[in-house]
C-alpha cells in the first residue's frame, strides 16, 4: 500500500492531485500539451504512473480538473479583491489588473494551440469553466452601463472582445516598471473600449 501523504486520505488525494497540477503545468510552460504523457506528469510529480490512474482516467481529464482548480481559485481571489468595491469603473480596474496575474492555461503552453487537440467536450467543459470568469466582467459592465459609468453598448459583443484583448496581450513577468506601464497601458484601453466615463486616473 503507498505511504499516505498528510494526515488523512483526504489529504493525501488532495496533495496528490495538487502535486499533479504543478507538474502538469510546469511541463507544459516547456512544451505542448500533445507532447506530454502521463508517465512524464507521474515522474514530474514524483508518484507512480498507477497513481494518477487512482485520480484521473486519462490526460485530458488531468487538465480539466486543472483549469477548474485554476479558474476557481481565480474567481474566488477575485471575488474578494471587488467585495469593498462599488464603483464599476474601480470593478474593471482590478478585474484587469487581476487578469494580468492569472496563469491563462491556452497561452501557457507552447506548441499546437490546445483547442486543436482536445475533444469536443473537453473544449466545452474548458468553455464552461471560462463563462464564471466573464460571468464577472458581463456583472461589472452592467452595473457601468445603468450608472452611467459606461457607454451604452451590447454586452455580449463587448466581453469576448475585452477578454480577447487581456488574453493576448503580452505583460512582463517579472515585477517593474516594464510590467507596471504595461497593465496600465492596457487597462487605459479597456476603459476607452467601453466608454468610460472618467479616464482621469487610467
Do not use: W
Amino acid at each position: 500500500m503507498p505511504k499516505i501523504i498528510g494526515g488523512s486520505l483526504h489529504e493525501h488525494r488532495e496533495q496528490t492531485r495538487q502535486k499533479l497540477f504543478t507538474a502538469l503545468s510546469t511541463l507544459m510552460e516547456d512544451r505542448g500539451f500533445d507532447a506530454i504523457t502521463l508517465a512524464d506528469i507521474a515522474a514530474a510529480a514524483g508518484v507512480g504512473r498507477t497513481a494518477v490512474y487512482n485520480h484521473f482516467a486519462d490526460k485530458e481529464s488531468l487538465l480539466v480538473a486543472f483549469i477548474t482548480d485554476e479558474t476557481e481559485q481565480y474567481v474566488a481571489t477575485l471575488e474578494r479583491s471587488l467585495v469593498d468595491v462599488e464603483d464599476p469603473t474601480e470593478q474593471l480596474r482590478a478585474y484587469v489588473r487581476a487578469q494580468a496575474q492569472l496563469k491563462r492555461v491556452y497561452h501557457l503552453a507552447p506548441g499546437p494551440d490546445l483547442r486543436s487537440v482536445l475533444s469536443r467536450a473537453t473544449q466545452q467543459r474548458v468553455r464552461e469553466h471560462v463563462m464564471l470568469v466573464e460571468q464577472i466582467l458581463r456583472r461589472i459592465l452592467r452595473a457601468g452601463i445603468e450608472t452611467g459609468a459606461f457607454a451604452e453598448q451590447d454586452i455580449d459583443t463587448t466581453v469576448p472582445l475585452v477578454n480577447a484583448c487581456l488574453s493576448s496581450r503580452s505583460v512582463p513577468e517579472a515585477d517593474g516598471p516594464d510590467r507596471d506601464r504595461a497593465i496600465e497601458s492596457t487597462l487605459a484601453f479597456v476603459l476607452r473600449a467601453v466608454g468610460a466615463r472618467d479616464m482621469a486616473a487610467a
